[in-house]
């Protein structure tokens, strides 16, 4: 199947649309921002609901416990900042207030990924999916566009019932995926079949991965994409099958290949069915500034970087 | 006023009895709280023991976890939880975790704590819900929301992330109380890491001050009333208490920071607090 761009947009917006039409639907909805509201998806909340919104200032650590102690009293507190403070400069209230009180704070994590761009290393999250997917009670999402993010973030918001982090990016990106798609939290969308390889991807990088099984197919590689759209709980049924059913797994993620998708990938399926699992994402290493289509043709995340890698392993 | 002197007692036998059992937790803090818990729990607080989750009730965050002996045992002798269970403290299966835990849903504690500077946060967030709520819920008036600290927890910058953040809104039904005993583990808090003018620094970060002797009742209890009639601002009160009180041979000493009696030291401790 063929995926149509319906036209870039950024999955930061997705969210902010998620957050306001889960708000829209509960009263309960609260939200808490760290003076980048705008930047992080908050601001369609925060013009909407200006009496459920609270200006917490460039205090995260703040925010987190102050979002566990009104989850504690009965509302659904929604956190957004950068990816990197959120996961990393509040982390212990995360792990402590949140996630072993085991509430339901949604936490956003804006900038995910090397596509930031300009800005450089210090916001670029490469490393948040990995101390979140850690913390126990914590489910982990990064929708693969902005159709993708509404619904993820809407549902997070709604049906979810203890700590979850969904990560966005900031570039307009593909808008690919359907409105009335079936999409469920920890249940891994097939986007391509294929009997060859497969290749897991998440967030941006599903795009680049069906981009590049386009390409690979015309060299004869047949391509299976899946869309993990879900970190944590992991999908460990559609990997069973990929793994029986192709030859080599690929992970692809804007995110170290240390602890992400493509460590939890390895690690399900060294247990389930050994199979070579090759991990394409950012070496262990920062990222740079720079635009953010130069930054991922420079660490091999576009579509030919991943056709490269493919056709490097296959051989 | 007696009543509360033999509950204080009490409180502090549970609290002696349940660290020898155990072998292990914190003495000098959870000794030194258990006057303003007593206050809190027996002549202030809204809250009903049958009937923990009452929504109209108000709240105790205690941030400094370690001191959770001195929360539990306030709780049991309100009637929470039976009394007997005080020996289960830090025992394997548990609800008195060594720390408090939200996870085994002891009635009465209203979140986890132990990692410092977190709770004041947490109490914020549930003063700011209390105050959306208003009066629609229970009591008739915005529920309250008391968070005990430790002096030595002012040293964490996020307990002046939310210092900074209750002052701006407004949220008099949060009442902070640090437990001023003057001691952390590596010795004087001024020597560590000084703290001082700490009253002058909750005042310049917008909130209502008030200072007392923590051991002292009618003291307690006015300044709870005086934070209860404040209007657009938190209050902290800095209790001044001494570390260990209650039991003279081991008062103002931080070796009793995270130190426990013996079983045979239990016999002593328990006769020095009815002389």
């Avoid at chain 1, 149509?4 to 649309?17: L, Q, S």
């Avoid at chain 1, 998708?261 to 090759?278: C, Q, T």
């Avoid at chain 2, 965050?61 to 005080?86: C, K, N, Q, R, W």
């Avoid at chain 2, 404040?230 to 009160?237: G, L």
Wanted: aromatic share 6%; glycine share 10%.
């Amino acid at each position: 199947m063929n995926y149509i761009n319906k036209g870039n947009k950024p999955t930061k917006t997705g969210f902010g649309e998620g957050v306001l039409a889960a708000a829209q639907q509960d009263s309960r909805v609260v939200g808490l921002g760290a003076d980048i509201t705008n930047s992080v998806g908050m601001n369609f909340f925060a013009e909407a609901f200006p009496d459920r919104f609270f200006s917490m200032g460039i205090a995260e650590q703040d925010c987190v416990a102050t979002a566990a102690g009104l989850a504690l009293s009965g509302k659904i507190p929604v956190f957004s900042t950068y990816g990197v403070f959120a996961a990393h400069r509040a982390n212990d209230q995360i792990r402590i207030s949140v996630c072993y009180n085991n509430v339901h704070v949604v936490i956003g994590g804006a900038h995910a990924g090397i596509s930031v761009g300009p800005d450089g290393a210090t916001h670029q999250a490469l490393e948040d999916m990995a101390t979140m997917r850690v913390l126990p009670n914590m489910t982990v999402i990064s929708p693969c566009d902005a159709t993708q993010a509404k619904i993820a973030t809407e549902k997070a918001i709604l049906e979810c019932k203890g700590p979850v982090y969904v990560r966005f990016g900031r570039e307009a990106v593909p808008d690919f995926t359907a409105e009335n798609q079936e999409f469920e939290i920890g249940k891994a969308q097939l986007m391509r079949e294929g009997n060859d390889v497969t290749i897991v991807a998440t967030g941006h990088e599903v795009w680049e991965a069906l981009e590049a099984a386009n390409i690979l197919e015309q060299k004869g590689i047949s391509v299976r994409v899946i869309n993990m759209h879900t970190i944590k709980p992991l999908d460990g049924e559609i990997l069973m099958e990929a793994a029986s059913e192709t030859r080599m797994i690929f992970t692809v993620e804007e995110h170290q290949i240390i602890g992400g998708l493509g460590s939890a990938v390895a690690e399900y399926l060294s247990e389930n069915h050994p199979i070579k699992v090759v991990r394409i994402g950012m070496k262990d290493r920062f990222g740079e500034s720079g635009q953010a289509s130069e930054l991922m043709h420079k660490f091999g995340l576009d579509a030919e970087g991943i056709v490269n890698r493919v056709l490097r392993e296959w051989a | 006023m007696m009543d509360l002197q033999a509950k204080a007692k009490h409180i502090r036998e549970l609290i002696l009895t349940a660290l020898a059992e155990a072998g292990s937790g914190h003495t000098g803090g959870s000794l030194d709280l258990v006057d303003i818990f007593t206050v809190l729990y027996f002549n202030h607080l809204r809250h009903d023991p049958k009937h923990p989750d009452w929504e109209g009730r108000d709240r105790v965050v205690l941030s400094i976890g370690h001191t959770a002996p001195v929360l539990y045992a306030t709780l049991a002798a309100a009637g929470y939880f039976p009394e007997d269970e005080m020996l289960t403290l830090r025992k394997l299966g548990s609800r008195l975790q060594g720390h408090p835990s939200y996870e085994f849903r002891l009635p009465g504690l209203e979140t986890c704590s132990g990692s410092l500077g977190q709770g004041l946060g947490v109490a914020l967030g549930m003063a700011l819900a209390a105050k959306m709520d208003g009066t629609s819920v229970g009591s008739g008036t915005v529920n309250r929301v008391f968070c005990i600290m430790g002096d030595g927890e002012q040293q964490e910058g996020s307990v002046w992330e939310s210092a900074m953040a209750a002052a701006h809104h407004k949220l008099d039904n949060l009442c902070a109380i640090i437990d001023r005993n003057r001691l952390q583990i590596d010795g004087g808090t001024e020597k560590v890491m000084a703290i001082d003018p700490l009253r002058d620094k909750w005042a310049a970060f917008g909130w209502h001050t008030i200072e007392i002797d923590g051991h002292d009742f009618s003291q307690i209890k006015m300044a709870l009333e005086m934070a209860d009639n404040e209007k657009d601002k938190p209050t902290v009160i800095i209790a001044d208490t001494i570390m260990g009180k209650g039991v003279k041979s081991i008062e103002n000493n931080n070796q009793w920071h995270g130190k426990v009696p013996t079983k045979e030291q239990l016999k002593d401790f328990l006769h020095e607090l009815h002389q």
